[in-house]
């Protein structure tokens, strides 16, 4: 079984700073690409930013100069370094990633979301 955890959310003024962290555990084979998706209130979910496992990555245009996703293999942890944030990026922010599991036959990729966490930008 695979867990994601973020953590970081917090209440911020504009123009502040945050860092989202997400750690996956279990019994994972290996980590394939990871995402950061958020959710305002009344809007779908919608892609910020993905990076692959050679950390590769790409941006929604709306954070684009802004945020910058990383990820540490070692760690299984990826990462949303967010800045010069707008109250338009209020929203739920969720992990995703796509993980290889040792399973009793063999090995499956499966897709994985945290159970989010709160930004909220607003003076």
């Known amino acids: 079984q695979v867990q994601l955890v973020e953590s970081g959310g917090a209440l911020v003024q504009p123009g502040g700073s945050l860092r989202l962290s997400c750690a996956a555990s279990?019994?994972?084979?290996?980590?394939?690409?990871m995402a950061w998706y958020r959710q305002a209130p009344g809007k779908q979910r919608e892609l910020v930013a993905a990076?692959?496992?050679?950390?590769?990555?790409n941006y929604a245009d709306s954070v684009k100069g802004r945020f910058t996703c990383s990820r540490d293999n070692g760690k299984n942890t990826v990462y949303l370094q967010m800045n010069t944030l707008k109250p338009e990026d209020t929203a739920v922010y969720y992990c995703?990633?796509?993980?290889?599991?040792?399973?009793?036959?063999?090995?499956?990729?499966?897709?994985?979301w945290g159970q989010g966490t709160q930004v909220t930008v607003s003076s």
């Open positions: 990076i692959t496992s050679s950390s590769s990555a």
């Open positions: 995703n990633a796509q993980i290889l599991t040792y399973q009793a036959r063999g090995i499956f990729q499966g897709d994985y």
């Open positions: 279990g019994n994972i084979f290996e980590i394939n690409a």
